[in-house]
């Protein structure tokens, strides 16, 4: 069985500092890992995969995120946060070929501070 | 290219109600995933429907239940509900058999209340 685990419920951080949202994950089998960013009253918009390619994966909103195989982490980036990314962000971990079952940390809610 | 839309947006039901929730796949999309979201989790998966059978199931009871169509449009069924059963449920489709891994795309939710 696969999980994710989201370190921080809540991350607040100062509008153009780092964004830096923590998952790790476990999987008895190669991991396909994402993000996903959840805005108040709405469903989920992909940020960004990783589908064992390149380990540096970048996204939309100028998000990027690691895969780190020895630390078993997929930690989410931004160099300069901006006022719209306030918002519920999710990492997610599924094991692909036909069972695509998505699982889904807790979540981090992420506070801009203007 | 239509994404996912749900209906309804919202529902208000009372306990021990059944309640139908209603899922249209993107176009070109085979396969319906059913999530639920409680409020302040992470989404949990239901159950998928590929072709029209079920294609894996999560830790839910048996009350709930599904269906997919030919045009691959999907349901959710619940019956007798909890008031546990209040949550954003969250449709999601993607393309099964295309590469090896399809993407899911999500819909914008139904909200359950459950009083």
């Known amino acids: 069985a696969q999980s994710v685990t989201q370190l921080g419920s809540h991350v607040s951080v100062s509008e153009g500092a780092l964004v830096l949202l923590r998952c790790n994950y476990s999987?008895?089998?190669?991991?396909?890992l994402f993000w996903y960013v959840q805005y108040p009253n709405q469903g989920l918009q992909l940020l960004l995969k990783?589908?064992?390619?390149?380990?540096l994966v970048k996204g939309i909103n100028g998000f990027e995120a690691e895969f780190k195989k020895s630390e078993t982490s997929f930690h989410l980036t931004k160099p300069s946060a901006h006022m719209s990314d306030a918002a519920e962000y999710f990492c997610?971990?599924?094991?692909?070929?036909?069972?695509?079952?998505?699982?889904f940390g807790t979540g981090t809610r992420l506070t801009i501070i203007p | 290219e239509t994404g996912v839309t749900q209906s309804p947006t919202h529902l208000i039901k009372t306990r021990g109600q059944q309640v139908t929730l209603r899922c249209s796949s993107q176009?070109?999309?085979?396969?319906v995933s059913w999530y639920q979201q409680a409020l302040g989790q992470g989404p949990q998966f239901i159950f998928q429907?590929?072709?029209?059978?079920?294609?894996g199931r999560g830790n839910f009871p048996p009350r709930f239940s599904g269906l997919q169509f030919p045009n691959y449009s999907s349901e959710l069924n619940v019956n007798a509900l909890e008031l546990d059963d209040s949550a954003l449920y969250l449709c999601?489709?993607?393309?099964?058999?295309?590469?090896?891994?399809?993407?899911?795309?999500f819909g914008p939710g139904t909200r359950l209340t459950v009083l």
């Open positions: 429907y590929y072709r029209e059978e079920e294609n």
């Open positions: 176009s070109g999309h085979n396969t």
């Open positions: 999601a489709s993607s393309s099964l058999g295309a590469s090896s891994y399809n993407e899911q795309f």
């Open positions: 990783y589908t064992s390619a390149a380990t």
């Open positions: 997610a971990v599924s094991v692909g070929f036909g069972n695509e079952k998505l699982t």
């Open positions: 999987s008895s089998v190669p991991p396909y």
